[in-house]
């Protein structure tokens, strides 16, 4: 397992999640594993990181936020030609949306609730840069 938190932590990563208490668990525990993310509230966000941030090599997103969900978010980036590796986190009851991710290009999905140790595998077996 340390061999896949070095790998974390060579990693900058980008959080789409508009549910605050989800996205607080999610940021305690990057911290405490000295992991390089950002954070954002929603796609209309996350578009503004991408563009600030170069240097971002994977998107975790949720589905359903306000102003602009991650599906269209996708969408964007695939239209600005943003080649980053996404992983969507989604409930069980949204694989419609799932299919709808795939169809852009989507890499992973991971089931809501989070499981960090599952995260942690899925993105360390990535290939990301």
Same mark, same amino acid.
């Given at each position: 397992? !340390?061999?896949?938190?070095?790998? #974390? ?5 980008? =959080?789409?999640?508009?549910? !605050?208490?989800? #996205? ?12 390089? =993310? ?8 996350? #578009?503004?990181?991408? %563009?600030?941030?170069?240097? @971002? ?5 949720? @589905?359903? &936020?306000?102003?602009?969900?991650? #599906? %269209?978010?996708?969408?964007? &980036? ?15 009851? %949204? /694989? ?6 795939? %169809? ?14 599952? =995260? @942690?595998?899925?993105? /360390? ?5």
């Amino acid at each position: 397992m !340390q061999e896949k938190i070095e790998k #974390l932590r060579s990693l900058k990563l980008l =959080f789409v999640e508009d549910e !605050q208490d989800l #996205l607080d668990i999610i940021s305690g525990a990057l911290v405490k594993l000295k992991a390089n =993310f950002l954070t954002a509230n929603n796609g209309v966000e996350a #578009l503004e990181r991408l %563009e600030e941030n170069s240097d @971002i090599d994977a998107v975790i997103t949720d @589905i359903n &936020m306000p102003y602009m969900n991650g #599906l %269209e978010m996708i969408k964007n &980036m695939k239209e600005r030609g943003l080649d980053i590796p996404i992983i969507v986190m989604a409930a069980h009851t %949204e /694989t419609e949306y799932l299919e709808k991710a795939k %169809e852009f290009g989507v890499d992973e999905y991971i089931l809501k609730p989070f499981d960090f140790i599952k =995260f @942690i595998d899925l993105i /360390t077996s990535m290939e990301i840069k």
